[in-house]
């Protein structure tokens, strides 16, 4: 298990290792995890640039005026946050929801594959001005991976009790496409993470008998100790984000710690130029075996570019032609 005190170390060392002007894109950096991950990242980079995207512009103008009194020693203040008001819900692919996709797919599944495809050409630029370091951290139900239905990758009649068995294999194997799309010169680091259960408006959100339960068993889960604190979540992704437990690049690890086994089962070395694909639970620890076989399998049986073609399709279905 990655320690907190090692989580801290290392973020620490950010300011001295890695270089000034980092860019990062926050897709939902108005609020709970994207919000704290965004104000860690701003304590301890040196005059990073920073977008976010978010519908909530009182939100985005709280933080940015927040970030005012942030930054390493000597770098107080010195970030530049840009917010890009965006609703993504509005995107094509939600706006065919009514035609028939799944509508929780459809913000946590379609729209940031999306984003991340669309994304992902200027992260591999960027590592041209920062070698190494490029990073996607896709914030769902990492190593929750299950049983995936073929013939319903739509999930339009899966019971919920499989449905996050069915998004988790689904997130995982689609930033493997991914990851294999961005070209043999692939540097970048795709990262489908578990937060665990950290206490954000996200509970709030949610209507009916199931906000009842999620917020429910975050009280609970608060009296236990399990639920994860706002900061300390902050602190877990920004490591995921600039760690060389995951590589290429990153703030090198330190005390013998061995960098992460990636969901093909293999471990990179620290100094690889290849990117990865890591599917990490909320310690930031990889998939264990059993996922591990699982994906094997879904590899094997051509599971990568079946999902990518059927994503493509519905893509295309709602008006977005992707090359
Ligand atoms: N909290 C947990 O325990 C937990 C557990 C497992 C997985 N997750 C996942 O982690 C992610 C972040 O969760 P969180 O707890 O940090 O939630 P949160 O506090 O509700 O934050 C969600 C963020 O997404 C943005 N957003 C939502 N809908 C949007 C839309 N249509 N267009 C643009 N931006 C939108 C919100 O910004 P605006 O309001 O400004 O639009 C906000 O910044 C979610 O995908 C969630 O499923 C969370």
């Known amino acids: 298990m990655v320690s907190l005190s090692e989580i801290y170390t290392s973020n620490a060392l950010i300011t001295s290792s890695l270089p000034p002007r980092l860019v990062a894109v926050f897709v939902g950096g108005t609020s709970g995890i994207g919000e704290s991950t965004l104000k860690a ?10 977008y976010i995207l978010g519908r909530n512009n009182a939100s985005a103008e709280r933080i940015i005026g927040e970030c005012k009194f942030l930054g390493p020693e000597g770098h107080v203040g010195e970030a530049e946050v840009v917010f890009l008001q965006a609703d993504l819900s509005s995107m094509k692919t939600v706006e065919v929801t009514p035609e028939g996709l799944h509508a929780f797919l459809a913000s946590a599944y379609y729209d940031r594959m999306l984003i ?29 991976e299950g049983i995936i239905e073929p013939s319903d990758f739509s999930a339009l009649r899966i019971p919920s ?16 496409a991914l990851a294999t799309n961005t070209g043999p010169d692939n540097s970048i680091t795709f990262i489908h993470a578990n937060p665990g259960l950290v206490r954000t408006p996200y509970q709030d959100r949610m209507t009916g008998a199931f906000g009842v339960f999620a917020r ?13 604190g706002i900061e300390e979540s902050g602190e877990r992704h920004l490591y995921l ?12 690890i330190t005390g013998g710690a061995l960098s992460a086994i990636g969901t093909n089962g293999l471990r990179a070395n620290e100094g690889s130029k ?16 059993h996922v591990v076989s699982l994906l094997t399998k879904y590899r094997e049986e ?3 570019d079946r999902l990518w073609l059927w994503l493509k399709g519905e893509y295309y279905r709602a008006g977005v032609v992707l090359s």
């Open 216 to 228: 429910g068993l975050m009280w609970v889960k608060k009296i236990t100790g399990e639920a994860i």
């Open 161 to 176: 009790s499989a449905l996050r068995g069915h998004i988790g294999t689904l997130t995982t194997l689609t930033l493997e």
């Open 241 to 252: 984000l600039t760690s060389a437990r995951y590589p290429p690049g990153g703030v090198p």
């Open 274 to 289: 290849a990117g990865a694909v890591y599917s990490l639970d909320k310690n930031g620890e990889p998939a264990g075996e």
């Open 302 to 304: 051509g599971m990568v």
């Open 116 to 144: 991340i495809h669309l994304l992902a050409p200027l992260l591999l630029s960027a590592t041209d001005s920062h070698p190494g370091l490029a990073r996607v951290v896709s914030v769902a139900c990492g190593c929750d």
């Open 41 to 50: 990242f701003v304590s301890y980079a040196v005059q990073p640039k920073i």
